[in-house]
């Protein structure tokens, strides 16, 4: 049963320290994205990639906020400096990057920044 | 531009009555249309979809949803509720490979 895995599952860290996120998409997709999820704003679209590459990054706070893929099999999520108001939690999702596609998520990485 | 819209925040329903969670869509193009579901401390998990043909979309666990061109609108169904239903809701449409989530509904089925 193929799945997104994402690491950590929670993390706890202070104000301007930097963070880590790790997804693995499934063997086989070719598009990655990244949403976080708040109360106030919902599901926001940060980042994708097809082939590895970003196609879009528009959502994402360029200055703190950094995503890549090194290998097909991994994409890292970065934020330095964090702040409070990241405090979120942060999906992951793959899937075939067509119009027509199933988004497969990940369990999230919980965030929160005191 | 395109758009997705949950007019409710919260739907309840007994147990064993029909449940609507509603959606409305406003994308250029054709519309591709999904439902997702989350369930406490989970990830998003596929419903149904709707690409063309067919206006009723049967999906997981009983779930269906009607697409209606002229009121644009995409509603999830279920004849009969379960508790288990309860969960977080999510419409989302896809238009020029760019999906956007509506904010999410909040189905409580009650015992």
């Known amino acids: 049963d193929a799945r997104v895995t994402q690491t950590p599952r929670d993390k706890v860290t202070e104000m301007g320290q930097e963070v880590t996120m790790r997804c693995q998409p499934i063997?086989?997709?070719?598009?990655v994205f990244w949403y976080r999820q708040t109360m106030m704003q919902g599901l926001e679209l940060l980042a994708y990639f097809r082939n590895r590459a970003p196609l879009d990054d528009s959502g994402m706070p360029k200055d703190r906020f950094s995503a890549e893929m090194p290998d097909a099999t991994l994409a890292t999520l970065k934020i330095q400096p964090s702040e409070p108001r990241d405090s979120a939690v942060y999906f992951c999702?793959?899937?075939?990057?067509?119009?027509?596609?199933?988004?497969?998520f990940g369990p999230g990485t919980r965030l929160t920044v005191l | 531009a395109q758009s997705v819209a949950q007019p409710e925040d919260q739907v309840n329903v007994a147990e064993g009555n029909p449940l609507t969670v509603k959606c409305t869509y406003s994308?250029?193009?054709?519309?591709?249309l999904f439902w997702y579901v989350q369930y406490p401390n989970r990830g998003l998990q596929f419903l149904l979809k709707y690409i063309t043909g067919d206006n009723l979309v049967k999906g997981s666990y009983g779930f269906e949803a009607e697409f209606n061109k002229s009121q644009t609108s995409f509603h999830l169904k279920k004849p009969s509720a379960l508790v288990s239903d309860s969960a977080l809701y999510f419409c989302?449409?896809?238009?020029?490979?760019?999906?956007?989530f509506g904010i999410g509904t909040k189905l409580q089925v009650i015992p």
């Open positions: 994308v250029s193009g054709n519309p591709y």
């Open positions: 999702a793959s899937g075939w990057g067509l119009s027509t596609d199933t988004q497969y």
């Open positions: 989302a449409g896809d238009s020029y490979q760019k999906v956007t």
């Open positions: 063997l086989g997709h070719n598009t």
